[in-house]
């Protein structure tokens, strides 16, 4: 029996895109930077966490993330991100790098898929506007030449911001689940339009260590910020200076035949030059996307938030009328998508709708939101009903796996992100007024925060069922490799999975792969069992209990 996690696959998902930059491309796919002057200024360190290069800067607040702030031309933008965040970027790649060799060790299939996801990926470059590109090389300027043996930089960052797009088409391999929600007039506290949402973007622990929230002032468009990573100028979640969000949320695509404008470049124009809700359609109107995915964006000047939901061959918007509140998970919701297949194979067979009845529950909850409501939702490790489902289960709002959450006061131009871990530590508050105000006055002011804003970590990352749960993530990692790789483990291993995380179904399901992969069927019988009597997340992972329930027991009579 041969099992994959839903960690290890989305790893191996984004290892195999970064693999894919491996062809030979001709000089005509870089931007033409000749209108531009490549001179920015020189790179001043201040200490270990702090950097300046004229106006702009990047430090490390004492939660740990670090905050950027870029200004000038696509170009200028780009040598002076990559000047500063120069060893971020390596990390970033150090780490989806060592998993290529971890999870694809044979040379002759790298060779091989590289071949085959850098013809995939042969006309990316054509759908992705030239300022965009532009920024990308200057970023790339100050990349590593160890990551060579794969491809030059610009092509490695090129594929990189499609990893994205490329986990969500192949959810099949790597479910993920964010989850967002709008509220506004008589459903917030001050009746001003509240955004909340969790990123569940999982690439290994190590990918999340070093957020960055940048705030980027361009020569055109809008002034905006965004919580990006080391080498990324796509937007996953960002506000702008009219007072404009957007947030993605994937939802269910086929494999596509040929990449396209990767959903990160296309939130990124809408953020800046959008300032209401109708310019933000038009901009997704006029961009070929290559999977489906739903765009949430609020609006100060509109007052309220949409839903545009893209996919290769339909596009809709999805409005609540006169509702005031807009939930977001996994599933369309717009008419165009009604009678869509696998839409509504989504909506049947995942933990999109589970995760959607949720929020609606935790929001009937509460009659009026504030932020600090906002991010107790989002915190939220129960099921419906409030009822235990175990942590790191994927049909709660937190999946104890975030990127990072986020929080949103568009009409007063209000931020709150998540320190690690997860979406736990504490929400650090930044005000666009006040970061590009004090900018334009004092081009020396390097921290932007607002402590006096700030929310406090979850208490939970103080108790002991954190602490086993960290606990039991290591074990079931090792769990996993035991059964991907048929190694023998003692029975005292398994045990203490299930002391760790007793409510999670998935702990019994592992130990019921373990034993029934080695012959030991009616503990694998008994395994079975008990998973199927704790919250399983899908569908698909019902049935299988099912399936390994009748074998086992077949197999235990003999």
Not at 241 to 255: F, M, R
Not at 483 to 503: A, G, V, Y
Request: proline fraction near 3%; include cysteine; aromatic fraction near 10%.
């Amino acid at each position: 029996m041969k099992l994959v996690s839903k960690k290890i696959s989305y790893l191996l998902l984004l290892a195999l895109l970064l693999c894919s930059c491996g062809i030979k491309k001709s000089i005509n796919d870089r931007p033409d930077i000749s209108a531009y002057n490549a001179t920015i200024p020189q790179k001043e360190t201040i200490n270990d966490s702090t950097f300046l290069a004229g106006n702009s800067f990047l430090t490390k607040n004492k939660q740990g993330l670090w905050e950027l702030y870029v200004e000038g031309d696509p170009l200028e933008r780009g040598l002076i991100s990559g000047s500063l965040t120069e060893h971020l970027m390596y990390k970033q790649e150090q780490v989806f790098f060592e998993k290529i060799n971890e999870l694809v060790p044979s040379e002759g299939k790298q060779r091989f898929l590289r071949k085959f996801l850098s013809w995939y990926n042969r006309k990316m470059y054509k759908h992705i506007p030239e300022e965009f590109k532009t920024e990308i090389y200057g970023v790339t300027r100050y990349a590593s030449n160890d990551f060579n043996g794969i491809a030059t930089p610009y092509l490695r960052a090129l594929y990189l911001h499609g990893a994205h797009d490329i986990g969500h088409a192949l959810q099949d391999l790597a479910l993920v689940g964010c989850t967002s929600f709008a509220a506004w007039d008589n459903k917030t506290e001050d009746g001003k339009l509240l955004i909340g949402r969790n990123f569940d973007f999982y690439a290994g622990d190590a990918f999340a260590e070093e957020k960055i929230i940048a705030f980027i002032n361009p020569d055109e468009g809008h002034k905006f910020m965004s919580v990006t990573w080391g080498g990324f100028i796509g937007v996953v979640s960002g506000m702008n200076d009219q007072g404009l969000t957007v947030t993605i949320n994937a939802g269910k695509s086929k494999i596509p035949l040929v990449a396209k404008t990767p959903i990160s470049i296309l939130t990124r124009e809408i953020l800046q030059y959008a300032s209401t809700i109708d310019e933000a359609i038009e901009i997704a109107k006029k961009r070929e996307v290559f999977v489906s995915e739903s765009i949430m964006v609020g609006s100060a000047k509109d007052k309220k938030a949409i839903l545009i939901e893209v996919s290769p061959n339909n596009f809709g918007v999805h409005t609540v009328g006169n509702s005031s509140e807009l939930i977001c998970s996994n599933h369309f919701q717009s008419e165009p998508y009604s009678d869509d297949r696998r839409n509504l194979k989504t909506i049947e067979e995942s933990h999109s709708k589970y995760r959607f009845m949720r929020m609606q529950e935790l929001l009937s909850e509460e009659e009026k939101v504030n932020p600090v409501e906002a991010v107790s939702i989002l915190r939220n490790k129960k099921g419906l009903d409030d009822k235990v489902i175990g942590y790191g289960n994927e049909k709660a709002l937190n999946q104890l796996l975030a990127h990072h959450g986020i929080v949103f006061q568009p009409e007063d131009l209000k931020v709150w992100v998540s320190s690690n871990p997860y979406q736990l530590g504490e929400f650090v508050a930044y005000d666009l007024n006040d970061v590009f105000h004090n900018r334009n006055n004092n081009p020396s002011t390097v921290s932007v925060s607002n402590s006096t804003l700030n929310i406090a970590k979850d208490p939970f990352v103080h108790t002991e069922a954190f602490e086993n749960y960290e606990a039991y993530r290591v074990s079931e990692r090792h769990v996993e490799h035991a059964i991907e790789d048929d190694i023998k483990i003692d029975s005292e291993e398994l045990e203490k999975l299930s002391t760790l995380n007793p409510d999670y179904w998935k702990v019994y399901k592992l130990i019921g792969d373990y034993y029934y992969q080695n012959k030991v069927y009616l503990k694998a019988l008994d395994a079975y069992r008990m998973a199927s009597t704790k919250e399983v997340t899908t569908k698909p992972d019902v049935e299988y209990l099912i399936k390994y329930i009748k074998k086992s027991k077949r197999k235990s009579k003999r």
